[in-house]
């Protein structure tokens, strides 16, 4: 099966382009995501800083600071030694998480995402010359029977005008040509403002649920599930 694009002159401004995949985009693509990723980075620390259990080891650490210093403001430099390692430690384990993502499906997009027979595409948001965002859609390993949205990012500096949402139609209809009933998606309790971008285009928070893995289930690290039902042309 070969995929058609879904971006023309009439419902596409006239900054961007989106189109279909091609390996020249690869390197593009991939620092697009990495980028996109690490801005989550210090939501997620300010996520733990308020867990409850996290505040008191500080506050326990501080009265030992206190007690063994003597000092109130040795005491402040020593938590201060203990935060800032603390974000290290965040931005360590946010970081396997990326490698983990770029050695997955975007470690070989072609065969991921392109192959003909296979409902599946990778899509590519260009202006003047240049990957400004990605999104994607295959069949859900998780829930078969669906296909997961994948892979939305869009550059900051080209956020707020509607390219993320441009880009998730351009999915959908790819989606309800394909006669594919069930379209889902997973993002973080970090992302509030994808989450309003979802809501706008019929998605509807089905579960929540931590992350599997043993700093998350720590720190109560939440992952959403999002699913929309599409409407072909027969519906």
């Not at 970081?95 to 499906?105: A, F, H, I, P």
């Amino acid at each position: 099966m070969s995929h058609s694009s879904t971006s023309t002159a009439a419902d596409s401004p006239m900054w961007y382009q989106i189109r279909e995949y091609c390996d020249s985009d690869y390197s593009a693509v991939r620092e697009v995501y990495s980028t996109g990723f690490r801005e989550h980075v210090g939501a997620i620390y300010v996520h733990i800083l308020r867990q409850h259990w996290v505040q008191a080891v500080l506050l326990g650490l501080y009265l030992l600071f206190i007690l063994f210093s003597a000092s109130f403001l040795a005491s402040l430099l020593y938590l201060g030694g203990v935060l800032l390692a603390g974000r290290l430690a965040v931005q360590y384990f946010f970081e396997q998480g990326l490698q983990l993502g770029l050695r997955e499906d975007l470690q070989d997009i072609q065969a991921s995402y392109m192959q003909p027979g296979q409902v599946s595409c990778f899509w590519v948001a260009e202006s003047k010359g240049s990957v400004v965002g990605t999104v994607a859609l295959l069949p859900c390993v998780e829930e078969p029977g669906a296909w997961e949205l994948k892979r939305i990012s869009v550059r900051k500096e080209f956020r707020g005008k509607g390219l993320a949402k441009a880009l998730c139609w351009t999915a959908l209809r790819f989606a309800a040509s394909h006669k594919v009933r069930r379209v889902v998606l997973f993002t973080s309790l970090v992302q509030s403002v994808a989450h309003k971008l979802y809501h706008k285009m019929g998605f509807h928070k089905e579960e929540e649920f931590v992350w599997p893995s043993l700093p998350a289930r720590l720190v109560n690290f939440l992952v959403f599930k999002y699913a929309c039902k599409v409407m072909c042309d027969e519906d």
